[in-house]
């Protein structure tokens, strides 16, 4: 995205191109700056839901499967709390430099809907496991700092679905442990709340507390946005931005928002204080509950659970288990592989990238090519793939090393690797199978060389004329009847060779 | 000989070792005398269970012949309709669950099931063990064993009624600010709170989840302690539960009724103070004297906290439970009023205005009040610290003192419909009972004498977790008194004058 490097001042340059079908026309942006904070919900990885025995691992099971009494609400029964969703959280908190407070406890948050079976939700007001922390963006090679300003623990709710004639209910997710993760107002661009989130998930990912996966649900995301004029300390009336499931949504939804909110300021009118929901299909926010019909949730201590000490030991144990982050890979990347800043900060925040990448220049493979072929042809291959297909390392390496050592050339690897990925077998292998490998004889190229020069007078002519730019359609030629195999450093010589013998005559 | 269903558990422990009974017989014998009864006379039982009844007597008959030995294999009891019970009616006394039938037993159910006991049925209740008369039961008020027209007390009046109407030697009811104590006193049995924590709350429909607690009824300090030794322990299903240690109790109440050496203190607000009926004021005063002469050291001390008990519990309690009953929505198990076209807001309103008494809804808008926004620190908060208070007025008396003693209620049972039009003087019944709960503390009811011919309890009050030494300092004092064994005229109808 096009943000000025430094400066955190809306491009709405860039803005009109995205939010296609829009309500606002237009409004100079540019004299506003967006305040954007984030409100996250992680479902974490753990075996069994917040409070009950319940598996979590309910996703494409038939609905009210994954439920028990106590996931349920029924009468009479209690909760226990899932040690390892607050380890999870307790590890989040270290990971983002926060600071862990000794004393924390559980709050009901109250509030009647169908989908919340107790009528409260099990939660955290004033004591959260996390407080404060930090994580760190680049935004067109800036770098910033966005604060957190907490990290809580909660129950997630059911889900309904609405049908004609009435509303259904599954409470497979009822009682998910959700950690919520609050941003301060620190954003000041779509683009940098894109790379906020990405940075989360890869933080999450390493962590290995979330899948953090936002099409699953795993990571869900609500944006406060408002605006103000640029060089204005006071902070504008904020909107809340929720139902986004996508990096794409936030995006798009916040530049949608700073678009309408600019309109409205720029046509004297006061933004008012509400929730408004982000329209997917149409690329629009529309409003969902103002500020005067806020709830007052009525927060009280969770009496049927006792207040976590987190003691030092403990903390110090689960920081022992940290593994390494992805702003420490970055910078190793960057040291001990001589990656660009761009290529380590992609990679490292991709946790199955950098897996990948560091196994394959474990198995002998050049860091600076496996880096792009990962980021280029296997991140492809990746998109597209179904789930279960993997790429051994050992395979990319073996690939990258039939190139350098010129059994093959880039095109032919390109065309192996699909046939990798897809079937696990190994490059080599393929490559003899099918008779792949590049052929740098010249007596066996030569036929097929003199056959181009041949079936292409005219070129032959320009480039005997003096144009010698000729002999890169030859070369293609040449190329294209060998599919990939020839050698392009030995059918140029040859060309050259057989090109600059004058008079020589070629027929078919 | 005497009918089966006067017996103590631990009589009838020693007619089923010896196989004089069977466990069949037993139930059998209680089973026909609720049946015969109980209609026409307490209105104890919400529901009996019968057939359910007689499978258990039938398994522990099992068990008996195999030579199992257990105190309370074959011993009939009966549930306050607050504890679940899996595939038995479970209604809490409130309409909005008068068809919910529990998927699966409490902690406390299921380890008196494994202990061998036969469930008779369960008994009625204050809707949602709010009350103090059990008349706020959503389907019929209980009443008093020893004078129809009085109340037994509540909110487990159902459960001592039964005990007092010897329906049963044991029934389980839950204290949340007095809701065991209070009944046992107006019924003329035993009744006891444990520390809060001791016994298991999974099961137990929440009132107020700071405060309840699962304790018994029973007819002899004996059979109380016999009843613990089952319920208490540690839970994982309950993070309230405590985890320590649970003595003998039974073994604690040792042989001799001596009190040489205890130290008890005699709270001056619990004394000389308006509202207690003077017949109430005497026998607790005699019974106190009694204790003396056992050997008791008597202290006078203050609880200089005691006359905010009532009006901190009546913050504490309804915040607790707008939350708790928040679940009742209609949607679920509960009642659900849905008309054609009604909204999700009119199933709501419809279902809980219809479905709560004037007491639950009264509580759920006090508590719903009590923790609103600009109200909370004011209320709620407020209220917490006081309940701190409280607890240290009782912590700095137990540093002198092994337990503290008093009237268990302010007065002998009321005739039905007295204070009903007038919550704060129901509330008040409650006065000595409510600090105890809201300290967590272990507290029972003895019979210490009849004030007209009703009968008034003593209450003792032991520090957090000495459920032991207060169920000594109680067997003592039954032990050198008769008191105990005076009965209620219910209880003393034989069967075959009513029915045969």
Not at chain 1, 441 to 466: I, M
Not at chain 2, 216 to 244: K, Y
Request: glycine share 8%; with cysteine.
């Amino acid at each position: 995205m096009g943000v000025p490097p430094g400066v955190h001042i809306f491009d709405s340059s860039k803005l009109m191109t995205t939010t296609a079908e829009t309500r606002v026309q237009s409004a100079d942006t540019t004299r506003y700056e967006a305040v954007i904070g984030l409100e996250c919900h992680v479902q974490l990885a753990t075996r069994s839901k917040m409070f009950c025995g319940c598996p979590t691992d309910y996703a494409g099971s038939p609905p009210n499967t994954h439920v028990c009494p106590i996931c349920l609400g029924m009468p009479g029964v209690l909760p226990v709390i899932n040690r390892a969703a607050v380890e999870s959280t307790l590890m989040t908190g270290l990971a983002i430099h926060a600071t862990i407070p000794a004393a924390t406890k559980f709050d009901r948050k109250n509030y009647p809907y169908p989908d919340l079976v107790k009528g409260y939700q099990i939660s955290q007001y004033d004591l959260p496991l996390v407080k404060g922390g930090w994580i760190e963006i680049s935004v067109d090679n800036t770098t910033r700092r966005i604060n957190l300003e907490r990290v809580h623990l909660e129950e997630d709710t059911g889900k309904l679905t609405h049908a004609p004639g009435g509303s259904l209910v599954d409470f497979n997710r009822a009682g998910m442990p959700l950690m919520e993760m609050v941003s301060q107002p620190d954003l000041r661009s779509p683009a940098e709340a894109r790379a906020y989130l990405q940075k989360l998930r890869a933080i999450l990912r390493t962590l290995g507390v979330s899948g953090a996966d936002m099409e699953k649900g795993q990571l869900r995301c609500d944006v406060n946005v408002s605006l103000r004029p640029v060089g204005e300390a006071k902070l504008g009336t904020k909107v809340e931005v929720k139902n986004l499931n996508s990096f794409r949504a936030v995006q798009r939804a916040l530049e949608y928002e700073i678009v309408r909110q600019a309109a409205a300021l720029d046509a004297g009118e006061k933004i008012p204080q509400e929730t408004r929901g982000w329209v997917e299909d149409r690329g629009v926010t529309v409003s969902q509950r103002s500020k005067e019909e806020a709830h007052d949730y009525r927060y009280f201590p969770e009496p049927d659970l006792p207040p976590i000490f987190v003691e030092e030991a403990w903390l110090a144990r689960l920081r022992e288990q940290l593994p390494e982050l992805p702003d420490a890979r970055r910078a190793r990347y960057m040291r001990d592989f001589g990656l660009g800043a761009y290529d380590a900060e992609a990679l490292s925040t991709d946790q199955w990238a950098a897996r990948l990448f560091e196994d394959t220049v474990g198995a002998g493979a050049d860091a600076k090519k496996a880096a792009n072929w990962i980021q280029n042809d296997v991140a492809r291959l990746r998109d597209a793939a179904s789930d279960g297909q993997v790429l051994e390392a050992g395979h990319l390496a073996e690939l990258l090393k039939l190139v350098d050592d010129g059994v093959i050339g880039i095109s032919v690897a390109r065309q192996v690797l699909p046939t990798v990925y897809a079937t696990g077998r190994a490059p080599r292998a393929i490559v003899e199978e099918q008779g792949l490998g590049q052929v740098s004889d010249t007596g066996a190229l030569e036929q097929t060389v003199r056959s181009v020069l041949a079936a292409n007078p005219a070129p032959v002519a320009d480039y005997r004329a003096g144009k010698l730019t000729a002999i890169n359609f030859l070369k293609g030629q040449v190329m294209k009847a060998s599919r990939g195999k020839a050698n392009p450093g030995v059918v140029e010589e040859l060309l050259k060779q057989l090109l600059e013998q004058t008079g020589t005559q070629f027929s078919n | 000989m005497p009918a089966l269903t006067s017996h103590s558990i631990a009589e009838l422990r020693a007619l089923l070792d010896h196989r004089d009974v069977s466990a069949v017989e037993v139930a059998r014998a209680h089973l026909d005398r609720i049946e015969a009864l109980d209609d026409s006379t307490v209105n104890a039982m919400l529901t009996v269970t019968r057939e359910h009844a007689e499978a258990q007597a039938r398994a522990a008959d099992a068990r008996l012949a195999a030579g199992e030995a257990a105190p309370l294999l074959g011993v009939p009891m009966i549930l306050k309709d607050v504890m679940i019970t899996r595939g038995i009616r479970t209604t809490a006394g409130s309409k909005i669950l008068e068809n919910f039938r529990p998927i699966e037993d409490g902690t406390i159910t299921r380890r008196l099931a494994e202990a061998g006991t036969v469930l008779l049925g369960k008994s009625n209740m204050d809707e949602f063990a709010m009350g103090s008369s059990t008349e706020n039961s959503g389907f019929f008020p209980t009443r008093n064993p020893w004078d129809l027209e009085r109340v037994p007390g509540g909110s487990s009046g159902g459960s001592a009624a039964a005990v007092g109407a010897d329906f049963a030697p044991f029934a389980l009811g839950t204290d949340t600010g007095g809701s065991i104590r209070q009944p046992a006193a107006l019924c003329g049995v035993v009744g006891f709170k444990p520390t809060y924590g001791r016994v298991s709350r999974y099961g137990l429909i929440a009132f107020a989840s700071s405060l309840d607690q699962i304790g018994p009824f029973t007819r002899t300090v004996e059979d109380c302690a016999l009843v613990m030794n089952a319920i208490a322990g540690h839970d994982a299903c309950d993070s309230t539960s405590l985890q320590a240690p649970v003595p003998d109790y039974r073994r604690a109440l040792g042989s001799e009724p001596s009190l040489k050496g205890v130290r008890l203190a005699l709270p001056r607000e619990y004394f000389d103070v308006q509202g207690v009926e003077p017949g109430v004021e005497a026998a607790v005063k005699a019974a106190i004297a009694h204790l003396e002469s056992l050997g008791a050291e008597l202290g006078e001390v203050s609880l200089p906290h005691t006359k905010y008990g009532v009006a901190t519990y009546y913050l504490v309690a309804p915040a607790e439970c707008s939350a708790n009953l928040a679940r009742y929505d209609g949607v679920k198990y509960s009642l659900s009023i849905r008309e054609p076209g009604a909204s999700l807001w009119d199933v709501y309103e419809r279902s809980r205005g219809e479905g709560f008494g004037r007491e639950v809804k009264r509580r759920i808008i006090l508590g719903t009040y009590a923790l609103s926004s600009g109200y909370y620190d004011a209320y709620y908060l407020k209220a917490q610290k006081v309940r701190t208070l409280i607890k240290q007025d009782f912590d700095r008396v137990f540093e002198d003192f092994d337990a503290v003693v008093g009237p268990t209620s302010p007065n002998v049972a009321f005739p039905l419909g007295a204070k009903t039009q007038d919550p704060l003087a129901m509330y008040l019944n409650d006065l000595f009972t409510i600090p105890t709960s809201l300290a967590g503390l272990p507290g029972i009811s003895v019979p210490a004498g009849l004030a007209d011919g009703l009968p008034v309890g003593l209450q003792i009050i032991g520090k957090a977790l000495d459920e032991a030494g207060v169920l000594r300092i109680a067997h003592a004092f039954e032990q050198s008194t008769q008191w105990h064994t005076e009965r209620s005229p219910i209880a003393t109808r034989a069967l075959d004058t009513v029915e045969r």
